[in-house]
């Protein structure tokens, strides 16, 4: 029997009806990723636990143009290998909650440190929104940031923003739009390994039980974490999906 989205999003605790579409905000920790979730949701939040997991989970609502949302706090994190319990919920969520749009939040000061997360997450998703966060902080350091040329570099959308005034929120929810209501494609940058390892990665694709897991997971992603030896995936994939990856 197919896996259906509403099946796996409620083992995450995330029960809306199938037209509200789901907004997950990830980011290294400190970037003010509470802040643009306040700014977004207002007062419409609720906080309660992961599903069996003592880390604090955040959800909260807002509209755009009568289309519904819910947003979903992330824990911050540096990176999404699972070496801690926020960045297994945070792996987990995106990859197996599939949300329908996931908002990098970005410190506009640090953008080389925040980089790592960004493109760790666009290798296991494509619906990537990056929110360019602390721009003033950025400013009175002196670091001039070309968003548009970082936007067509990594081939998804960037907004510039300070969230603790409001600026930019705006902008914010009107690409949150385009990407969750008009499906508008996007096609992220995704990192080139060196040769064998990029012979590596497609040998194990070869391999992916193509019925079963890359309907539902990124094969690519799947592969790399292969090489890296992140069981933890297998685990992941044997609680959510129900099934045995077969790679590892
Ligand atoms: N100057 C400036 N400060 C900001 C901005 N956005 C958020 N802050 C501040 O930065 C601090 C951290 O913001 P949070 O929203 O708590 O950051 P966070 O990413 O949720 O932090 P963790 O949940 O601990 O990872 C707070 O003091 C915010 O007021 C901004 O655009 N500019
Ligand atoms: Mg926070």
Redesign the pocket.
């Known amino acids: 029997m197919p896996i259906e989205l509403r099946d796996l999003r409620a083992k995450f605790n995330i029960n809306k009806c199938d037209k509200t579409k789901i907004i997950a905000l990830a ?12 700014a977004l949701t207002g007062l419409r939040q609720h906080t309660g636990n992961w599903p069996g997991k003592t880390v604090l989970q955040s959800t909260g609502q807002f509209s755009i143009r009568n289309k519904e949302y819910l947003l979903v ?1 992330l ?2 994190i540096y990176s999404l290998s699972p070496h801690s319990l926020d960045e297994l919920v945070a792996r987990d969520f995106i990859c197996f909650a599939k949300p329908d749009v996931t908002v990098i ?1 970005m410190d ?1 000061s640090s953008l080389a440190r925040n980089l790592k997360l960004a493109l760790q997450i666009m290798e296991i998703t494509s619906s990537v929104i990056i929110c360019l ?5 950025a400013k ?1 350091k002196k670091i001039k940031i070309d968003v548009r040329r970082l936007s067509e570099e990594l081939g998804v959308p960037v907004i510039p ?5 409001g ?1 930019g929120i705006k902008e914010l929810k009107n690409e949150l739009y385009k990407i969750a209501d008009e499906e508008r494609v996007l096609k992220p940058y995704l990192v080139n390994y060196d040769a064998d390892i990029e012979a590596q990665i497609n040998s194990i694709i070869k391999k992916i039980d193509v019925n079963l897991v890359t309907s539902l997971i990124n094969p690519r992603w799947l592969a790399l974490k292969s090489l890296d030896n992140d069981l933890s995936i297998k685990e992941g994939i044997k609680y959510y999906l129900n099934i045995d990856s077969g790679v590892y």
């Open positions: 980011g290294n920790p400190n970037t003010g990723k509470s802040t643009v979730f306040n706090d824990p911050g939040v506009a966060n602390l721009i003033d902080e009175r923003t300070i969230a603790r005034t600026k």
